[in-house]
């Protein structure tokens, strides 16, 4: 799940390359709108839905891949 999720981010975000410290606030290409492609190409990947209220809470890496665990994995968080 993890490398799936850093190719669905490189691809959206145009970027060679995504860490775990990697948020909104490091890569210059994470704008508004790239954040919501981003946040619908990760929900079609997965077949998941974010919570609305949840999307602008997930802007880094980490908090992406957090989420996406917890629905994808709900008990015991761990793919």
Known sequence: MHEELIK??????KVDSISEQDSIATIASWDSLQH???IL???????IRFEAAAIP???SFKAVFGAVERLVCPIGHAA
């Open 8 to 13: 669905v981010f490189e691809s959206i975000l």
């Open 36 to 38: 919501i492609k981003l």
């Open 41 to 47: 190409a990760v929900e079609e990947r997965f077949n």
């Open 57 to 59: 809470e997930i802007t």
